[in-house]
């Protein structure tokens, strides 16, 4: 059974930063994603790593203020994030795909964490 477990939400003021984890129980083969609901709204696209770490794709609305890197050894992605803003908050989730680097900014990806909550202040 492939799990996701992402750590590391919590509440900060506007400017803040905070850094997510995301714990894998699968192969460091896999393309990972960083994804994000708010209330009342659609999955968003957040950002993406391939597998060997050197290739990254990030949501005009995060590019500049989000990272994300990778540590195989230990089967963990992590995001982190930086000027955050109120509308920053939602629920953050990661996702897990095989497959071609296209693509990784769509919803397809076959294995999802639960999410953690992410609140901005302002």
């Known amino acids: 059974q492939v799990q996701l477990v992402e750590s590391g939400g919590g509440l900060v003021q506007a400017g803040g930063s905070l850094r997510l984890s995301c714990a894998a129980s699968?192969?460091?083969?896999?393309?990972m994603g960083w994804f994000r609901q708010a209330p009342g709204k659609e999955r968003e696209f957040v950002g993406a790593?391939?597998?060997?770490?050197?290739?990254?794709n990030y949501a005009n609305s995060v590019k500049g203020r989000f990272t994300i890197s990778r540590d195989n050894a230990k089967n963990t992605v992590y995001l982190q994030m930086s000027s955050l803003k109120p509308e920053d908050t939602a629920v953050y989730l990661c996702?897990?795909?095989?497959?071609?680097?296209?693509?990784?900014?769509?919803?397809?990806?076959?294995?999802w964490g639960q999410g953690t909550q992410v609140t901005v202040s302002s």
């Open positions: 996702a897990a795909r095989t497959g071609g680097w296209s693509g990784s900014d769509t919803p397809y990806y076959h294995y």
């Open positions: 699968i192969s460091s083969i896999y393309i």
């Open positions: 790593i391939d597998w060997s770490g050197g290739r990254t």
